[in-house]
């Protein structure tokens, strides 16, 4: 079983909808949570970064965890066709200070 | 600027060459990190630093070596390099155990 896991995709949206990305993860230790996106060609940049149960919402993006559930969300609101990317999950586990990524969910917003 | 910096970006070489890709962070972070991306799999943990001189395999270490003899500089060394290690690799760094990575922009490398 993969640590973190993540629908593939790919998920298209009309602009101006609301994007919803899932995540999973396999290690119930793993404390912080966070969502990069990656544009084709280039490096990941951290956008959401969440450690307690809830919602956090940073702009158009809101984080949630469940940490019962081992279960991580990204919304993305008034989706752009700028936000169009490969969104990752990553959750990190502090013992081993290693940060585990999902394969990633490729979204397109379509004007 | 804040930044972490890969080079070379790009990197065709021969099966068995020694080659080295060097990362450097001007940030003062503790912690250094190696990634490869292959299509399908993600990304992927090769080694990681918790500080000058502390370094832990991640999931893909093998055929892999690295050194942090500095606290900015976290080379990733490939002794003898062979096709499978064709791949996209990011070096990425972090302030502390609970923030996200900043990552470099990349180093494509074949193995032919």
């Known amino acids: 079983q993969k640590e973190v896991e993540q629908n593939s995709g790919p998920l298209s949206v009309p602009e101006g909808a609301i994007a919803s990305l899932n995540c999973t993860y396999s290690d119930r230790g793993s404390q912080s949570f966070f969502w990069y996106r990656q544009y084709s060609g280039k490096s990941p940049e951290l956008i959401m970064f969440i450690y307690s149960n809830g919602d956090k919402e940073d702009g158009r993006f809101t984080a949630q965890l469940n940490k019962a559930s081992q279960y991580v969300s990204l919304l993305i609101r008034d989706s752009q066709p700028s936000d169009s990317a490969t969104y990752l999950c990553a959750a990190r586990v502090p013992r081993d200070y290693k940060l585990s990524f999902g394969a990633g969910t490729t979204v397109t917003v379509r004007a | 600027e804040a930044q972490v910096t890969q080079n070379p970006r790009y990197l065709i070489t021969v099966t068995g060459k020694k080659l080295t890709v060097t990362c450097s962070q001007n940030m003062n972070h503790e912690y250094m990190s190696w990634y490869r991306q292959d299509p399908g799999l993600g990304l992927r943990q090769i080694y990681y630093?918790?500080?000058?001189?502390?370094?832990d395999k991640g999931d893909v270490p093998e055929g892999y070596k690295v050194s942090r003899k500095e606290k900015r500089n976290f080379p990733l060394i490939l002794e003898s390099p062979s096709p499978n290690q064709t791949s996209l690799y990011f070096c990425?760094?972090?302030?502390?155990?609970?923030?996200?990575?900043?990552f470099g922009s990349g180093t494509r490398l074949t193995v032919v």
């Open positions: 630093s918790m500080n000058v001189e502390v370094t």
């Open positions: 990425a760094s972090s302030f502390s155990s609970n923030y996200g990575y900043t």
